[in-house]
């Protein structure tokens, strides 16, 4: 039972549904004319990324990148690998990196720097969800799809310890969960 573990629902299905719908909807006007790739970081981001994708009226591609995490912690190690990279070429492509969370920022700040040494026409940041009172990097997303505050959040592709990606919504884990 996935659901006993949430202490509080976040966003509902619903909410997430008409958020992704309007990030959808400005990436095709601020992309008129033009054909991004997106980049999905795994594997936090793979709903919100087929739920955005669909929602862009644009001829899109899409590539997937893997970035080692927190593993079973709940704070950022700092440190950041490649574990699986694109599969294609991004020099002179107008990229959207497509991620879950943007929390202490060291992955994405680490990220957007790899990615910009390979020469894209350009780059920009779409983030789901963005928990800036924990920023320690110099980074800001382009799209976001909510600002929320520092809580521990799993669902919609979030885990915790690999398990709750698959909740429906977003919520807020029970601190009893992590600490025991
Ligand atoms: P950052 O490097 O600290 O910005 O962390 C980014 C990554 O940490 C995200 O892509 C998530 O995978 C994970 N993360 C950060 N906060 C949360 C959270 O509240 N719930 C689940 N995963 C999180
Ligand atoms: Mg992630």
């Not at 862009?56 to 440190?79: C, E, H, K, P």
Request: proline fraction near 3%; aromatic fraction near 8%.
């Amino acid at each position: 039972m996935i659901h006993r573990d949430i202490q509080q629902v976040l966003y509902s299905e619903e909410e997430l549904r008409q958020r992704v719908k309007e990030l959808g909807c400005q990436i095709t006007a601020d992309y008129a004319g033009k054909n991004p790739m997106l980049i999905s970081v795994l594997r936090g981001s793979y709903i919100f990324m087929a739920d955005l994708t669909r929602s862009i009226n644009l001829d899109v591609t899409v590539d997937f990148m893997v970035v080692s995490s927190y593993g079973a912690g709940t704070v950022s190690s700092g440190q950041v690998e490649i574990k699986k990279d694109l599969s294609d070429t991004i020099e002179g492509r107008d990229l959207i990196v497509v991620e879950d969370i943007l929390d202490s920022g060291n992955t994405l700040y680490y990220l957007m720097d790899v990615l910009k040494a390979r020469k894209p026409a350009s780059i920009r940041l779409c983030t789901l969800m963005d928990k800036p009172e924990r920023r320690t990097k110099p980074i800001t997303a382009d799209y976001v799809g909510f600002t929320i505050p520092d809580a521990f959040i799993v669902g919609y592709g979030l885990d915790y310890d690999e398990k709750y990606r698959n909740l429906p919504y977003v919520g807020v884990l029970k601190q009893s969960v992590y600490e025991k």
